[in-house]
């Protein structure tokens, strides 16, 4: 295994950033590590679901080369180029803190370096078509056998078997092949989650059957082989929803905001727009009524007193409800709420969330540098005491490739 080659995170000034670098940012403790360093991970990756694996191992302080195709690389690159004019969305998303070399791996030189990649490797990682990493000599079972310590994870879309192993699998068609689309939207019409959700369920799997495999190979010394699928992962996120249709014969509703086993739970209207309320159990429903809108009768109405009974008078109880919130300010009511700690919310689109003070009171904000300058991106959710995770910069298209290629003795002439 190689040693970790450190990443530094660099904050270049740009004239008119509307997000101005904070140079009192420390990146992160220098005494302590983090929790992958030393790590290696190769990735022959692309889209969404891989590359958000790969990144939150590079936040955890592994090395990620990201191998992309020359002259093209990871085609989320061309998604758009909404940041600063002219990077991508989805590839500042999920692409910081890697290396990029770019080979080409229809060439013998090129099939042969990501092979000498990966024999420094801890971790491979690839989401080509299924199929596509084996007929380039990168499957599973070769790389292992010269290489019994090496955790290989094979990502798809639907999974290395079954009818439906070499069909197309975009987020959207896997929501929908997997009855998320069906359980999302309101009664009159059903839509596809607002971000790439079987993307990112696989992409998190992926993530921590990594971890895990790290666990194991710690005490064992042997590596090991994960598949992870968008589809997979998707039905397991279906949880309840599948076990109300095998247990109790029925799909579960379509009820916009609200929830189709729990009432009051949905959107109600104030004097000045609107608020959520989610009232989970009795106890719930007796606070929001008695202390929140001062209707202790409603409390004590036998129709409502069980969420049962709500979840089977529905509309009713919601029409109730919205009555009595329309008594209110959104922003007194929230505070009402708040003080009597009946969960709530106000909807905020995403201007409101980059401004969110539950963002900015606790200071998630960091700096990233990418070739366009640099942007702000929101810490890694998983929070350490003793170090803060890396948040390395952006990759260009093959930035590192002459060097990592030098490193691994590679070099001979033009890139392979």
Known sequence: MVGLIPIALTNP????????????????????????????????????????ATRHLADLGARVIK?????????????????????GSHFVWLNRGKESVELDLKSEAGRDAIKTLIAGADVFLQNLAPGAAARLGLGADVLRADHPE????????????????????????????????????????????????SDIAAG??????????????????IGARVAVSMFDSTVEWMGHAMYM????GKQIARVGLGHAAIVP???????????LIGVQNDRGWDTLTRVVLDRPDLAEDPRYKTNID?????????????????????????RRLADAGVPAAEIRDLEAVVEHPQLGERDRWR????????????????????????????PALGEHTDAVLREFGIVAGERP
């Open 150 to 197: 090496l955790i290989v994870v094979d990502m798809s879309g639907y999974g290395d078997a079954g009818p439906f192993r070499d069909r197309k699998a975009y987020d959207m068609l896997v929501q929908a092949e997997t009855g998320l689309i069906s359980v999302t939207g309101t009664p009159e019409d059903m839509t596809k989650t607002g971000i790439p959700s």
């Open 310 to 334: 709500r979840v089977s008078r529905r509309a009713e109880v919601d029409a109730v409800i919205a009555a009595e919130t329309k008594r209110f300010t959104t922003e007194e009511l929230d």
């Open 245 to 248: 249709r095998l247990y109790g």
């Open 204 to 221: 998190m799997y992926a993530l921590t059957s990594v971890l895990s495999a790290l666990f194991r190979r710690a005490t064992t010394g």
């Open 13 to 52: 000034t740009s004239a008119g950033d509307p997000w101005p670098v904070n140079s009192d940012q420390s990146p992160s403790s220098d005494s302590a590590l983090l929790p992958l360093e030393g790590i290696t991970v190769v990735a022959l990756e692309q889209a969404v679901a891989a590359p958000l």
């Open 367 to 394: 700096d990233v540098d990418t070739e366009v300058g640099p942007i702000k991106a929101v810490l890694p959710p998983m929070t350490f005491d003793d170090v803060e995770l890396a948040m390395g910069p952006v």
């Open 265 to 275: 739970y949905d959107k109600y209207p104030t004097q000045d727009g609107t608020i």
């Open 67 to 87: 191998v992309e195709r020359v002259g093209e690389g990871d085609f989320a690159r061309q998604y758009d180029s909404a940041v600063r004019g002219g990077a």
